[in-house]
């Protein structure tokens, strides 16, 4: 019973600071169309040892309240176990090549390398996996949406890669919500609760996604506005900027972090927000 009460809480408590992680991904592709991945998890120093400090207790609690022998261990939250668990779910023919723990800014977590040999059995997720932890099944990317890739040679010897966005069906809202008009496009959103508005808030502080393209030669040309050399973000999403756009926030909170697709929408333009709008980003480069 107190390992069931214990998961229990666990689960609830990874559920709400699951927004809490930042996630970058960035594909770094060869005129051949091979390449690797680099994904960049991070979670606050501070979030990391209340999570820590509570698996403790849990751990504790689970041998029955009594002294153990020695220190139960407390399962990594970032490591290389599941770092490598994620290569199968990027799609064929992908490799984990190496893991590292990393800190940045008041943040820890992980940094970790894949290598792929074509470009177009790539698949990526944008969202961040939720941190899984030994006996507690938590709730993974599986059925977010996807980014896919094609990818030829161009007669005169370039490369052109194109990046396709999945696409999420929204979800539909409680019943117990009101339809209030949004000042953004005038259509009828959902009034959150208080308590949805206070869990939106929870779940946006310190959460980041972002995803880029680094070709290895020299870009031609490409279709998105979001260009910095050889690098092409596809999307870029910090809603620390939301947190303090209390209109924003309201409309957020129905959306939380179920359906992305509406969030790009709702979140296109304000600062800190990179997003593609066109279903496609077209990437030309030579060696």
């Not at 590292?100 to 977590?109: F, N, Q, T, V």
């Not at 620390?240 to 359906?259: C, F, H, P, Y």
């Amino acid at each position: 019973m107190a390992r069931t009460c214990a998961l229990a809480a666990l689960a609830i408590l990874f559920g709400t600071t699951s927004g809490c992680v930042t996630s970058d991904t960035l594909i770094k592709l060869n005129p051949d169309g091979g390449g690797i991945v680099v994904q960049k998890t991070l979670m606050s120093t501070e979030m990391i040892s209340q999570l820590t400090a509570m698996m403790q207790g849990f751990a504790q609690q689970m041998a029955g309240g009594q002294e153990p022998r020695q220190d139960p261990k407390t399962p990594e939250l970032f490591n290389e176990k599941d770092a490598r668990s994620r290569a199968a779910k990027m799609g064929e023919g992908v490799s984990f090549v190496s893991s590292r723990k990393i800190k940045l800014e008041g943040m820890e977590g992980q940094e970790a390398t894949y290598a792929f040999s074509d470009v177009t059995k790539l698949k990526l997720s944008e969202k961040p996996e939720t941190l899984s932890m030994p006996g507690l099944q938590t709730k993974s990317s599986e059925g977010a949406s996807e980014t896919t890739f094609r990818f030829s040679r161009l007669p005169n010897g370039h490369s052109l890669l194109t990046a396709v966005f999945g696409r999420q069906t929204s979800k539909k809202a409680s019943s117990e919500e009101t339809e209030v008009p949004s000042p953004q496009t005038g259509k009828s959103t959902k009034a959150p609760t208080a308590e949805q508005l206070e869990q939106a808030k929870k779940f946006f502080a310190g959460f980041r996604i972002g995803m880029a393209v680094e070709v290895q030669g020299n870009l031609v040309k490409t279709n998105s506005v979001f260009q910095e050399g050889a690098k092409v973000t596809l999307l870029e999403m910090d809603f620390s900027e939301l947190l303090s756009n209390e209109t924003l926030m309201q409309q957020a909170a129905v959306i939380k972090g179920q359906n992305l697709e509406e969030a790009k929408e709702l979140v296109k333009g304000l600062k800190g927000f990179k997003i593609n709008l066109d279903p496609e980003v077209m990437i030309e480069f030579s060696k």
